[in-house]
């Protein structure tokens, strides 16, 4: 069985749960359960009337499930959580917490694709093992402008174009099916480190964002996002709050707008006097960031930003 502590570290663990500022008869949904780090932290600060719905569509999540009467596990992708409301008659919920990386347990498990580190891992990517398309999938049947699209839009990606041009002339050899598949058809050079080849440094920048994009585009994570950002803010009563942990500036944007102006976009509505009428209220003026120490305790945790918001 894989334990929580080796499945995944939490990030911003108690920034994130004070955020929440926990009633102890509250309804929480911990939107991406994971390893169960943020979820324990909840049920901890919770009375005996608390409840909490955590979300995982991960069926390696499922071994993580805590035995708690106030705690239930809903199989299932956040982006549905208009459904699991109608499904559990619940009209508002106290607060919502999303830590949107990847666990450490997808990076490590070289049968999932998600890194470049292992030697001809199959190209798969996807969160729900169950459904959907892998990455090989899109890799192979994306037009040369739809998977240049992605590397720009999804990886930012300055030579996307370029890139794409590659990996077709690749697959029309053989089918792109692995992660050295991919390497290969992106020429990228390899060095000896550590007594192993690996990809020289700036080579590794460029494959992380490379890898990002298209595990981005398996999981439609961006529009998953938006979804349950809008339904979170329909569901949260006033004075509710949403605890959002992000990795990228992707999506960190549509994170920063909704709590600003309620939409992805960041349109801004006025009402007659000119005043901004928005549905959040952010707390405090910039995001949080992990200390020194936990960073240097958690590499993960690097690029993490939490943005905290209350229900007005």
């Given at each position: 069985?894989?334990?929580?502590t080796?499945?995944?570290i ?20 911990d ?11 909840i ?9 909490l719905?955590?979300f ?6 499922e ?24 499904y559990?008659?619940?009209e ?13 347990h ?29 990455a090989?999938?899109i ?12 590397l ?5 990606l ?8 590659a ?23 390899m ?5 192993m ?7 590794k ?40 942990i992000?990795y ?19 349109r ?7 005043r901004?009428?928005?549905p959040?209220?952010?707390i ?26 209350e229900?007005?």
């Amino acid at each position: 069985m894989i334990t929580p502590t080796v499945y995944h570290i939490p990030v911003l663990l108690r920034e994130s749960i004070v955020g929440l500022d926990i009633q102890p008869d509250g309804i929480y949904v911990d939107a991406t359960f994971g390893g169960g780090g943020h979820s324990r932290e909840i049920l901890s600060r919770l009375g005996p009337e608390g409840r909490l719905f955590s979300f995982d569509q991960d069926a390696d999540a499922e071994r993580n499930i805590i035995g708690d009467d106030r705690f239930t596990f809903v199989r299932s992708n956040f982006r549905y959580m208009r459904n699991w409301a109608r499904y559990y008659e619940l009209e508002q919920i106290d607060g919502l917490l999303a830590d949107l990386g990847v666990s450490s347990h997808h990076f490590d498990d070289e049968t999932r694709g998600f890194s470049f580190r292992f030697d001809n891992a199959p190209l798969d990517m996807r969160m729900n093992k169950r459904a959907g398309r892998t990455a090989a999938d899109i890799l192979n049947g994306y037009s040369e402008e739809q998977l240049a699209d992605v590397l720009y839009l999804y990886g930012e990606l300055k030579t996307a174009r370029r890139m794409a041009t590659a990996i077709v002339k690749a697959r029309q050899a053989r089918p792109i099916a692995t992660t050295s598949d991919l390497l290969k058809a992106l020429g990228v050079t390899m060095t000896e480190a550590d007594g192993m080849m690996q990809p020289t440094p700036n080579a590794k920048k460029e494959l992380a964002r490379v890898f990002q994009a298209l595990r981005i585009e398996v999981n439609q994570e961006m529009q998953a996002l938006r979804e349950m950002l809008g339904a979170a803010q329909d569901l949260l009563r006033p004075g509710g709050r949403l605890s959002v942990i992000t990795y990228h500036s992707l999506e960190d944007r549509i994170v920063k707008n909704f709590m600003r102006a309620g939409n992805a976009e960041g349109r801004a509505t006025q009402d007659f006097f000119g005043r901004l009428q928005a549905p959040l209220r952010q707390i405090g003026s910039k995001p949080i960031v992990p200390t020194e120490e936990e960073q240097a305790r958690n590499p993960r945790s690097r690029s993490a930003k939490l943005r905290i918001a209350e229900k007005i």
